[in-house]
């Protein structure tokens, strides 16, 4: 089990940082969500870790393997660990987004099983999804643990429903 870490409320972003594990198959690293402000722009970078961005309302673009993608509610965008991409939420209406940061030995080989590799950039999720509902009981947990339990279970959730 991970322990460590930090809760963190901004102005609008809700988040888990700096978690440490004892798993190196699978561990999560950061979650969190985050109602971006209009034309807020990431890159292009790149980041040391996986990370996945589910898209809760709104709209955007994400730039990756030299395609540009506009992507909205019920899609979800990868970043592969020092891969360089960018994303800008739209100015008009912008993404409301929550993520999950993770890493470990085995994750290509799970992401693979899910049909997923590194030129996979975005995802269709499915509309019965339950990943969303995790995240919301995540952001009310009322203890560290609670909310570290429910950013893991949104990983292992993502995993199963593409894996089967």
């Known amino acids: 089990m991970s322990s460590g870490g930090i809760y963190a409320e901004y102005a609008d972003i809700r988040a888990l940082r700096g978690l440490t594990h004892n798993n190196i198959e699978l561990y999560l690293i950061s979650c969190g969500i985050e109602p971006c402000s209009p034309g807020h722009t990431f890159g292009p970078g790149c980041r040391d870790k996986y990370l996945i961005h589910f898209i809760l309302s709104g709209k955007g673009k994400f730039i990756s393997n030299n395609k540009t993608y506009e992507l909205h509610r019920g899609q979800a965008f990868i970043f592969y660990p020092d891969h360089e991409v960018t994303y800008i939420a739209d100015k008009e209406e912008p993404w409301t987004y929550t993520w ?65």
């Open 100 to 164: 999950v940061g993770f890493n470990g030995t085995m994750v290509k080989t799970y992401l693979n099983h899910a049909g997923i590799d590194e030129t996979t950039d975005i995802i269709d999720i499915p509309e019965d999804s339950v990943i969303p509902d995790i995240i919301q009981k995540m952001l009310g947990a009322n203890t560290f643990v609670e909310r570290f339990h429910l950013c893991l279970l949104t990983v292992q959730t993502f995993f199963f429903q593409f894996c089967t």
